[in-house]
T-cell receptor
Framework: GAGVSQTPSNKVTEKGKYVELRCDPI?????LYWYRQSLGQGPEFLIY????????DSGLPNDRFFAVRPEGSVSTLKIQRTERGDSAVYLC???????????FGPGTRLLVL | ELKVEQNPLFLSMQEGKNYTIYCNYS?????LYWYRQDPGKSLESLFV?????AVKQEGRLMASLDTKARLSTLHITAAVHDLSATYFC????????????FGKGTHLIIQP
């Protein structure tokens, strides 16, 4: 079946702009996670959704970052007033159950100029 | 704060050789995962280890978990070039509600 999909695959923006990154999880997966991966590092947890609600947003670095999952399927990660330090690959993962194996999407490569 | 340390961070080895990657974590955890990442690609799940003494094998890769030592190993047997990739271990901090905490990864190059 189809895996986790993310759009866009690449995004270039200017400092101070607003961006939205989309994640489409595997059908039926209730748990959805966002991570950020910088070059040469492991992914860092940002936020976890169980259904429509953000069960854990402790990894969001500041209030410029926000994510939603209004219908319990597709999720959007929103970044306001982007900074050059936000440049990274943003990964989305989904899991069929809370605490299950996480299946990762291909990521969105964000470059803030 | 949960910390996950991998070593080595970089490994170059020849085909046919055996080697082990180590993953230490700092607090009690319910689950330990190993992922593979090829350059420019996303993460592929390799193993999930759920209990002390758990051992899983797939082809030339074998993973084990010692929860008392807070240590997992990924052993490579008779390495082949196709296993060249970056390998991450990741730990579930507990309760299933949080995201995974990843190590920095081991960049593995297997030369003919």
């Amino acid at each position: 079946g189809a895996g986790v999909s993310q759009t866009p695959s690449n995004k270039v923006t200017e400092k101070g702009k607003y961006v939205e990154l989309r994640c489409d999880p595997i059908s039926g997966h209730t748990a959805l996670y966002w991570y950020r991966q910088s070059l040469g590092q492991g992914p860092e947890f940002l936020i976890y959704f169980q259904g429509t609600g953000a069960a854990d947003d402790s990894g969001l670095p500041n209030d410029r970052f926000f994510a939603v999952r209004p219908e319990g399927s597709v999720s959007t990660l929103k970044i306001q007033r982007t900074e050059r330090g936000d440049s990274a690959v943003y990964l989305c993962a989904s899991s069929p159950i809370r605490g299950g194996t996480q299946y990762f999407g291909p990521g969105t490569r964000l470059l803030v100029l | 704060e949960l910390k996950v340390e991998q070593n080595p961070l970089f490994l170059s080895m020849q085909e046919g050789k055996n080697y082990t990657i180590y993953c230490n974590y700092s607090t009690t955890s319910d689950r330990l995962y190993w992922y593979r990442q090829d350059p420019g690609k996303s993460l592929e799940s390799l193993f999930v280890l759920l209990s002390n003494g758990a051992v899983k094998q797939e082809g030339r890769l074998m993973a084990s978990l010692d929860t008392k030592a807070r240590l997992s190993t990924l052993h490579i047997t008779a390495a082949v070039h196709d296993l060249s990739a970056t390998y991450f271990c990741a730990v579930d901090s507990g309760g299933g509600a949080d995201g995974l905490t990843f190590g920095k990864g081991t960049h593995l190059i297997i030369q003919p």
